[in-house]
Nanobody, 120 residues
Framework: EVQLVESGGGLVQPGGSLRLSCTGS????????MNWVRQAPGKGLEWVAA????????YYAESLKGRFTIARDNAKKIIYLQMDRLKSEDTAVYYC?????????????WGQGTQVTVSS
């Protein structure tokens, strides 16, 4: 079955950086686009970024473009999210998901996510 395991979160000061990782298994990793989504305290899921199957094209939420970078290593079956110049509003649990995200929302196998806390 599909398994997704996120890691790399932690506590960081505003303006700092973190790199998140997600390891996928149980599916043909390089057949799927991949995404990062997040859930802030008291909020619903927010889409963050996406990357095509071979890493050729990336997409970002408008408010995050320029600060976040998504990448993938298909040989290792890992996707990454490099987060720079972090802000307090970036505090959330971050999850990875294979495309389409909507399918994941209804019947996907979510990982536990990784907590990112941005605070001084």
């Amino acid at each position: 079955e599909v398994q997704l395991v996120e890691s790399g979160g932690g506590l960081v000061q505003p303006g700092g950086s973190l790199r998140l990782s997600c390891t996928g298994s149980g599916f043909s990793f390089d057949d799927y686009g991949m995404n990062w989504v997040r859930q802030a305290p008291g909020k619903g899921l927010e889409w963050v970024a996406a990357i095509t199957w071979n890493g050729g094209t990336t997409y970002y939420a408008e408010s995050l473009k320029g600060r976040f970078t998504i990448a993938r290593d298909n040989a290792k079956k890992i996707i990454y999210l490099q987060m720079d110049r972090l802000k307090s509003e970036d505090t959330a649990v971050y999850y990875c998901a294979k495309s389409p995200v909507l399918e994941m929302v209804f019947c996907g196998s979510w990982g536990q996510g990784t907590q990112v806390t941005v605070s001084s």
